[in-house]
């Protein structure tokens, strides 16, 4: 398990439920800066599940609330796709 500081080294989700008024779509684009921002060896899911248990006594309906539970439901492991090594040589 890793600590608050490890997850959230930039502090953007913090930030997040702290802005008044903040948006779902503002709060999209913090968690995928959040999420671009993590280690390489972090483990997403498990990443999110610590920031939802984290911040688990925030109101329900916060956006931010709303973009972890998503990003929870739908993260997957990234696989490559296209590019110059997936091509066949002649």
Same mark, same amino acid.
């Given at each position: !398990?890793?600590?608050?500081?490890?997850?959230? $080294?930039k502090q953007l989700?913090?930030?997040?439920?702290r802005i008044e008024g903040i948006t779902a779509s503002q709060c999209r684009s913090i968690f995928l800066d959040w999420a671009l921002? #993590?280690? *390489?060896? !972090?483990e997403n899911r498990s990443a999110i599940?610590?920031?939802?248990? $984290?911040?688990?006594d925030e109101p329900a309906d916060h956006p931010m609330t709303? *973009?972890? @539970? @998503?990003? #929870?439901n739908e993260t997957v492991?990234?696989?490559?796709?296209?590019?110059?090594r997936s091509r066949p040589r002649d």
């Open positions: !398990m890793q600590t608050l500081a490890e997850l959230d $080294h989700i913090r930030e997040a439920y921002s #993590l280690p *390489v060896q !972090m599940a610590q920031l939802l248990e $984290h911040y688990r709303a *973009v972890l @539970q @998503q990003g #929870l492991n990234p696989r490559r796709r296209g590019g110059w």
